[in-house]
């Protein structure tokens, strides 16, 4: 299989500030990759390089072999980590909304998503917790037919039995012809779901590799290899 990403030593800066250094990655058609870091790493940064919503200031990124732009925002599904629905709506107008805007929404896939996550039609976007909120918008996401999902700290707000419905949710919903991104420091919670993970520090991958193997070779989790690389 070829790669979906390529992304060719990519810095940014914020004023003085170095987020991103010299960074190089590819991600391959049909693989789940996690991108662990703390925080301040330069997670979002990336991500938001990827979806259009920040100009890197050197290198290249190619998702499907095109530039970030029109094309590549019609296959590619993001969550964003903050809300972005608004406060008069109710979980019917957030879909209906999203399918008017996504010709690849598939309604039927979301419907039985929100049955799977005990979420209501006709329960007010206002009357939602935090985690209710974050499950509404992996749903969105999800039930795009995209051929790149990017996930950005999908399970920061639950509580541990939503984090599992929420990985089910996720591993069952994946088509396995897509790609799929998903940033995380909550790595015991989300590493059966990776392939593929890249270790961020500084701006910087650190560490990266097949899943499996690197718990082969140092005979660790991924979540303890995570501790022990960033404890010092
Ligand atoms: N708009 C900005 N202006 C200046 N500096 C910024 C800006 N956004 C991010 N940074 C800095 O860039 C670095 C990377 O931030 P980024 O948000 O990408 O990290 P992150 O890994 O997503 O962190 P978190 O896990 O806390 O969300 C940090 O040092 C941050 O302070």
């Known amino acids: 299989m070829g790669n979906l990403v390529e992304i060719k ?10 987020a991103l250094d010299n960074l190089s990655l590819n991600i391959e058609e049909g693989k789940v990759l996690g991108i662990l870091g703390p925080n301040g790493s330069g997670k979002t940064t990336l991500i938001k390089i990827m979806t259009g919503l920040l100009r890197q200031s050197s290198g290249e990124l190619l998702i499907d072999g095109h530039k970030v732009g029109v094309y590549t925002k019609s296959i590619v599904s993001y969550l964003p980590d903050r809300n972005f629905l608004y406060n008069w709506m109710i979980i019917k107008d957030a879909l209906n909304f999203y399918s008017d805007f996504y010709y690849d929404f598939d309604e039927k896939r979301a419907e039985e998503l929100l049955h799977f996550m005990q979420l ?10 935090k985690g209710m909120m974050e499950k ?36 069952k ?19 059966s779901l990776f392939d ?3 270790f961020l520090k500084d701006g ?5 590799g097949n ?6 070779e140092k005979n660790k989790s991924i979540d303890e290899i995570y501790k022990e690389v960033f404890s010092n």
């Open 9 to 18: 030593r990519i810095s940014k800066n914020y004023f003085n500030k170095k």
């Open 120 to 129: 209501e039609k006709n329960m007010k976007i206002t009357s939602l917790s």
């Open 204 to 208: 910087k991958i650190i560490l990266e």
């Open 173 to 191: 919903n994946y088509d396995s012809n897509s790609s799929m991104i998903v940033t995380t420091h909550l790595v015991r919670d989300m590493e």
């Open 211 to 216: 899943a499996e193997s690197l718990r082969e």
């Open 196 to 198: 593929d993970v890249a």
């Open 136 to 171: 509404l918008n992996l749903i969105l996401v999800l039930s795009r037919k995209a051929k790149l999902y990017i996930l950005d700290e999908p399970i920061a707000g639950v509580d541990p039995v939503a984090r599992d419905q929420i990985l089910d949710a996720i591993i």
